[in-house]
């Protein structure tokens, strides 16, 4: 499907979503969020897809909100403004399919966001992360006070919050924020041989991990329950059948997702 401000393809179930503003450094105008939704709609229907990767065109992942799109906002126009956003946050999450970022540079503001609501993170050693809000008089959003605390703890997000100081890849896979650094510019080449490896996988079982683990923080009760119903309908799964003989006879299994 052809877009204006993004590129989606499929290739061997393996949805790729490319920002495709580079000139504005892939900033969000109010299009693009639209665009976004629409792919993430297109991957949620589709059952061949097993896997999303996304990442940004040219020297950026994402500068955030376009800032020259803000001016005399009111009050609803606001709230409206940023339910868009927090429903393209909700889309990634409540995907019942992995969602790997490729981190190709620059990721600031609500980019930072749409990076947290990836479950794998993939970062080129020349990514930037930055919350800009204080310096604009504005405060983080697009799901950031839940998001961020939970992959780098309440201390670390409030300093990051807090100063709006931009740290480098390392630093970011020292505080948890991304799962892991590539050298150059492979980070788009990694992130989909990692999606390679998923799409070969038991879909439904990363279907059932990625809606327990979204969950988080819960009780231990509360898993525990959750846990049980889950393994309840994977032991009856043909997947499981397939990879309880593959153990046995020693040989690799080959997943259905069903």
Request: contains cysteine; glycine residues 8%; proline residues 3%.
């Amino acid at each position: 499907m052809d877009f204006k401000y993004i590129l989606f393809e499929i290739e061997d179930h393996i949805a790729k979503v490319i920002l495709n503003i580079p000139e504005k450094l892939n900033a969000l105008n109010l299009e693009v969020r639209l665009e976004l939704l629409e792919a993430f709609g297109l991957v949620r229907g589709d059952d061949s897809i097993k896997v999303v990767v996304i990442t940004g065109m040219g020297k950026a992942f994402c500068a955030g909100g376009d800032v020259s799109t803000m001016e005399g906002i009111t009050p609803v126009a606001g709230r409206l403004r940023l339910k868009s956003g927090q429903r393209l946050v909700k889309a990634m999450v409540e995907l019942e399919k992995p969602i790997i970022g490729a981190i190709n540079g620059i990721t600031a503001g609500a980019g930072v966001s749409i990076a947290l609501a990836c479950d794998i993170l993939i970062a080129s050693e020349e990514a930037r992360f930055v919350l800009p809000f204080t310096k604009l008089g504005l405060v983080p959003d697009w799901g950031q006070f839940y998001f961020l605390p939970l992959r780098v703890g309440i201390a670390r997000a409030k300093e990051l919050m807090f100063t709006g100081d931009m740290i480098n890849a390392a630093e970011a896979e020292r505080m948890g924020l991304v799962n892991r650094i590539v050298l150059g510019r492979k980070v788009v080449e990694e992130a989909m041989a990692f999606a390679e490896r998923l799409a070969r996988g038991p879909s439904q079982s990363y279907a059932m991990i990625k809606a327990a683990l979204n969950r988080w923080p819960a009780s231990l009760e509360s898993f525990l329950e959750l846990e049980s119903t889950m393994q309840a309908v994977a032991f009856s799964s043909k997947d499981f059948d397939e990879g309880r003989k593959a153990f046995l006879e020693k040989r690799k299994p080959e997943f259905t997702g069903t």
